[in-house]
């Protein structure tokens, strides 16, 4: 669509009536939510600043956060909130060095302040943070909407979570309460449990809000709208003309700065249990009665509950795992990951998947998911592909030396977010000469929103729909969890590392789909 068309199909109107802001399209404008108090527990840390607190701002400057609205940092640094406004101001500034506009940045600061915090001793929540709560929700006028952002590490959660619970500032009184929680939840499926039980103490399910950033990215969430609002797809959506569908996370970075937390998790509790898993519930799952968070939940589920469990006894038919040896990303030489800094010289940690999952029911007997995720690989992509069978009869075989290519529709996430369908076409001149054509949409990055935006906007509307169930996450780790049990007793240390960083993986990962007669589509 040329842009201009484009930008005014999407313009919505500021609420204050002054000029509009282009996000999304016109019959979907984005509604601004009613009168909110997010605290943000780990205000100083580094997923405060590089995701919440740039996405409050783009949020701010966009006009889309209500009237009546604060933040309340908390954290065991000692800090004032003049103090707090710097940090704020420097991590906006940061995120956004060509893109800060003074005017809203002064907006936002007025509603930022600070109080510190011990997370395990509960006076400090019944007297600092209650008292200036309930003093800054008089100020704002927000009439006891609280958001609580768990921005920190999972070790803190049990204390945090109890705590909100003893104190009673977990309680909806008069306003919501929402609590939001990242990820990693638990790391197996008993400490999910364990997790799921203590926020229970303290909260209800409606109040809970477990984050996957991956459901709030817009591509992502086009999936629903591209199998449910075209007729088109659905009759093909299945066995019958489904081959097989590819879903790749790929990643050309490293373990960056978080050797502590990934030694821990490796790629299958890091990016299968939840993002993976995520992707491909939205592609498998049935139509759900309404687009709501219950319904849409349930299908996902659904989908998790129909999962073949993977055999423990033939395992590697199933699964291939890798661990990055140094080489090269572009031009760059990088190190493999036992030589990153807080790595063990014999880590066995994988960071590389490939996961070949069944699905036990009607749509998808007999249909191969290829699930495959891992760092430092040639390129950063994320996408689902979906291959669909072969024509049944190849009328121009006569003429024709080569099997032609069965048609494929490639849904991308990152980059090039946008889709784009395979299909064969006649070629002009000879009298049979197909060629494989694609057929491309691609969104405008400039009318993207970041998932850490939906994510806010979603809490703030109350609407879960985007966030994952208690019963998703540990149907999820209950898949996944004797599948790393297994791997974490069997890996000896002269296995790794099998894939030159810059590679595409493993050669185990080729091996999985070619025992089957298939490929991965390169990357
Ligand atoms: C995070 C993982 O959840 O997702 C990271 O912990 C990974 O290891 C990241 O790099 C990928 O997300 P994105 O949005 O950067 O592709």
Redesign the pocket.
């Known amino acids: 669509m040329d842009s201009e068309v484009y930008k005014k199909a999407c313009e919505v109107a500021s609420p204050r009536g002054t000029e509009p802001v282009s996000r999304t399209p016109g019959p979907c404008a984005i509604q601004i939510p009613g009168p909110c108090g997010l605290v943000i527990f780990g205000a100083s840390g580094d997923l405060t600043k590089r995701k919440i607190l740039p996405s409050v701002y783009r949020l701010q400057k966009n006009r889309l956060l209500p009237e009546q609205f604060f933040i309340l940092g908390t954290g065991r640094t000692e800090m004032s909130t003049d103090q707090f406004r710097g940090e704020v101001l420097s991590a906006v500034r940061n995120a956004f060095p060509k893109d800060f506009d003074e005017s809203s940045w002064n907006e936002l600061a007025n509603r930022l302040d600070y109080c510190p915090i011990e997370y395990a001793v509960q006076e400090t929540y019944a007297q600092s943070l209650k008292e200036r709560l309930l003093q800054l929700e008089k100020k704002h006028k927000t009439e006891g909407n609280r958001i609580f952002y768990l921005a920190i590490p999972p070790t803190l959660y049990e204390n945090v979570i109890s705590n909100l619970g003893r104190t009673g500032l977990s309680r909806e009184e008069g306003g919501y309460t929402h609590v939001v929680i990242e990820?990693p939840f638990g790391r197996d499926l008993d400490s999910a449990r364990k997790l799921n039980r203590i926020v229970r103490n303290s909260f209800d399910e409606k109040q809970v809000y477990r984050i996957d950033?991956?459901l709030a990215?817009e591509t992502i969430q086009n999936i629903l709208m591209l199998r449910f609002a075209n007729s088109i797809f659905e009759p093909l959506w299945n066995r019958n003309y489904i081959d097989h569908i590819q879903i790749t996370?790929s990643?050309t970075?490293g373990v960056e700065q978080?050797a502590g937390y990934?030694e821990q998790a490796g790629v299958l509790r890091?990016?299968f249990q939840?993002?993976m898993f995520q992707l491909l519930a939205l592609t498998a799952m049935e139509p759900p009665v309404a687009f709501r968070a219950e319904p849409v939940r349930d299908e996902k589920v659904q989908v998790f509950n129909s999962i073949k469990p993977f055999p423990r006894d033939r395992l590697r038919d199933y699964v291939a795992i890798g661990q990055y040896g140094a080489g090269k990303i572009g031009l760059s030489s990088v190190p493999g990951y036992r030589e990153e800094k807080g790595i063990s010289a014999k880590s066995v940690t994988p960071t590389f998947a490939a996961m070949k999952v069944l699905i036990d029911n009607w749509r998808w007997n007999g249909v191969p998911f290829y699930l495959r995720s891992g760092?430092r690989l040639s390129r950063?992509r994320?996408e689902i592909s979906i291959h669909f069978k072969p024509v049944p009869h190849l009328m121009f075989s006569n003429t024709l030396n080569e099997p032609i290519e069965p048609n494929r529709l490639v849904l991308r996430v990152?980059p090039d977010e946008g889709m784009s369908l395979l299909l064969q076409t006649k070629n002009p001149g000879s009298k049979i000469c197909l060629n494989p054509i694609s057929m491309d949409f691609w969104y405008q990055r400039n009318v993207l929103m970041d998932?850490y935006e939906w994510v806010l906007l979603n809490c703030m509307h109350d609407d879960q729909l985007l966030f994952v169930r208690e019963d998703g996450v540990e149907q999820a780790w209950a898949l996944l969890t004797p599948v790393i049990e297994r791997l974490e007793s069997t890996t000896a240390v002269d296995q790794f590392p099998n894939y030159a960083a810059g590679s595409s993986g493993p050669e185990d990962a080729d091996l999985l789909m070619r025992r089957e007669g298939r490929e991965w589509t390169p990357l």
């Open positions: 990820k950033h991956f990215l996370a990643e970075l978080r990934y890091d990016m939840n993002h760092k950063r994320t990152h998932a």
